[in-house]
């Protein structure tokens, strides 16, 4: 009994699954709308037309083929079944282009998560359209991916619903912006305060600062937090700099750099000079006090570190004496060791 063509079976169980399908979309009209039933057909219909096109163009291969003998047919069949569904790949490949092209998101990504089982693709084609919601649930419900769908309902305004998943995912600086975008203040600041414990227990004191001073608006605590890394040690100098930079009074500044300093211990002075570098250049209002305490912890630590005599230049930049001077003390330390 002859063998029926792998094209003619595929062909007859295509219109049997085509008319089955039809019928399907127009059940749907019992639970959708007329137009929404309609757009689907007209998809399917497209599609439906472009396989046929392909059926018939490999049937006609086929048939020319025909003649290379009956021994053969396997591997042909094998061959042709490959090329058959890599041509009908293509085919919705460029009907989803087709449709990106014309700005109709919605099918394209439909041909993507229906036709081509591209999940992602499809999720991405709707993000790219601006469909976010629909975006959101794809990437939720079929590739469960909780940051993307986050994202999206972030940007479809869908707050709360994004503020849940940020708040399964951990990320708790995200949820506490969101919530100060909806003006639930009192979230948003307890979220934040989870988010500074973090940085504080990771010794990112200067992060925590930030979080106090520009979501929390507590510039108080923002301080405190620095002036706690200072003593503590923890990123020292970093704390001291960003704590002095937060004091827009001059006046205030000044003080409490020489009440900072005369609290300071001998160990962290080499610290609190490099501090002193930067207030210096800060403004001149600042220049005599930074000098004077750069002074004072030169003329301690010189007997024990010569080099540095070096941090002078900073403080007189202009004056040539100095500059000549730490040249001559230098020469002097370099010959009494040669000796």
Request: proline share 1%.
């Amino acid at each position: 009994m002859n063998r029926q063509k792998f094209t003619d079976k595929f062909m007859a169980a295509f219109f049997i699954l085509a008319i089955i399908k039809i019928i399907g979309i127009l059940a749907q009209l019992f639970h959708q709308s007329f137009w929404s039933v309609i757009g689907t057909l007209v998809i399917f219909v497209v599609i439906a037309f472009i396989i046929l096109m392909v059926l018939m163009q490999l049937e006609k291969k086929e048939k020319e083929k025909s003649t290379l003998g009956k021994g053969r047919n396997g591997g042909e069949n094998f061959y042709l079944e490959a090329s058959l569904f890599d041509k009908i790949r293509d085919r919705y490949e460029e009907l989803a282009q087709k449709y990106i092209i014309e700005k109709d998101y919605q099918r394209a990504a439909k041909v993507y998560m229906n036709l081509l089982k591209d999940y992602y693709r499809g999720a991405k084609t709707l993000e790219d359209g601006g469909l976010y919601n629909e975006a959101a649930v794809i990437y939720l419900k079929k590739l469960k991916n909780r940051s993307e769908a986050a994202n999206c309902y972030e940007k479809a305004k869908q707050y709360k619903k994004a503020i849940d998943l940020y708040k399964e995912l951990g990320q708790k600086e995200k949820a506490g912006d969101l919530y100060r975008l909806i003006n639930d203040t009192k979230n948003a600041n307890i979220y934040y305060q989870m988010v500074v414990d973090d940085y504080v227990n990771n010794n990112q004191m200067v992060k925590g600062s930030l979080i106090y001073r520009k979501k929390m608006e507590m510039p108080d605590e923002a301080q405190k937090i620095l002036l706690k890394g200072w003593e503590e040690d923890r990123d020292s100098f970093n704390c001291l700099n960003n704590y002095f930079a937060n004091i827009s009074d001059l006046k205030k500044l000044n003080q409490q750099i020489r009440e900072l300093y005369e609290k300071t211990p001998s160990e962290k002075k080499i610290i609190y000079l490099e501090a002193m570098k930067h207030e210096f250049k800060k403004d001149p209002e600042l220049r005599s006090t930074a000098r004077n305490i750069a002074y004072e912890i030169i003329a301690e630590k010189v007997a024990t570190r010569s080099e540095i005599v070096n941090e002078l230049k900073h403080f007189n930049p202009e004056d040539e004496v100095i500059l000549k001077d730490i040249s001559r003390y230098k020469m002097g330390r370099n010959r009494m060791f040669r000796n």
